[in-house]
């Protein structure tokens, strides 16, 4: 069952094409992979599905509905989470806050502020316990509990991508888009990433949807891949299908493409 869809949507950043027509289909439940070099416009493909970029032309549909001019807040209330390439954390709150902030496209802001304003402290710490509780929860599911109480800019990379991890599986979304997880990463770091994007389609059922320059890792956890490059699609079908595609080689350099078999 399709879960996201693209329809030759085109985005031009001062005359600079960056995607030229790009159509995409996500399954439900599947691991799917955006691969390319530098510039290629595999983030920009991301900015574009969750409405951070408008694009010129073509419709984004998630879910059987039309997205393309929806505000990033309801794109994300409906279920589309967001990892950066870049970890963003809010890096003088601890480990259990920057997750909870995961928690405000399922919170009601108005029994929030009803309960401020009218001095209802007992319903205003229910509603804070509820989204603590959840946050947690997350926390026990990554493993990194020990880190609940710790500033963010305190803590080692390798924690600071699971925080950022756990702020989107924390709003239990349908569909995360996961920018480069493993960017930074050790050997062992990023063996551990690829079983958690593993674990994560299995014990929660969210479909995902990767942008990932190791290739090694996409070959290990993907179902299917796209190759983009200069904003285009090249090539998709099974990942090592397409990794020997004569254009995917060539877009890549030949040198870039060095996959252990």
Excluded at 147 to 173: D, M, T
């Amino acid at each position: 069952m399709e879960i996201l869809r693209t329809e030759n949507i085109e985005l031009s950043f001062g005359g600079l094409m960056a995607l030229g027509g790009i159509s995409i289909e996500v399954e439900e439940k599947e691991i799917l992979a955006v691969v390319g070099p530098n510039g290629a416009g595999k983030s920009t493909l991301f900015n574009c599905i969750n409405g951070i970029y408008r694009t010129d032309r073509g419709e984004i549909c998630f879910c059987d509905e039309n997205i393309t001019r929806m505000p990033t807040h309801r794109i994300a209330a409906m279920g589309v989470g967001r990892i950066f390439q870049k970890v963003e954390l809010f890096p003088n709150a601890c480990v259990l806050e920057n997750v909870m902030v995961g928690m405000h496209t399922k919170l009601n802001m108005g029994p929030l502020v009803k309960a401020f304003l009218h001095g209802n402290f007992r319903k205003l710490y229910q509603l804070i316990y509820h989204a603590e509780n959840e946050a947690y929860q997350i926390l026990e599911y990554l493993g990194i509990t020990k880190f609940h109480n710790s500033l963010v800019a305190e803590l080692p990379y390798g924690i600071k991508k699971l925080v950022e991890i756990g702020r989107a599986l924390v709003a239990r979304p349908k569909l995360i888009l996961l920018d480069e997880p493993a960017v930074g990463m050790n050997a062992q770091e990023k063996r551990q990433i690829a079983k958690l994007i593993l674990d994560i389609r299995e014990d929660m059922g969210i479909t995902i949807f990767l942008v990932e320059h190791d290739l090694n890792l996409v070959l290990s956890v993907a179902d299917r891949m796209y190759a983009m490059d200069a904003g285009l699609l090249i090539a998709s079908g099974e990942p090592a299908s397409v990794l020997k595609e004569p254009n995917v080689v060539e877009a890549f350099l030949g040198g870039d493409l060095n996959v252990v078999h």
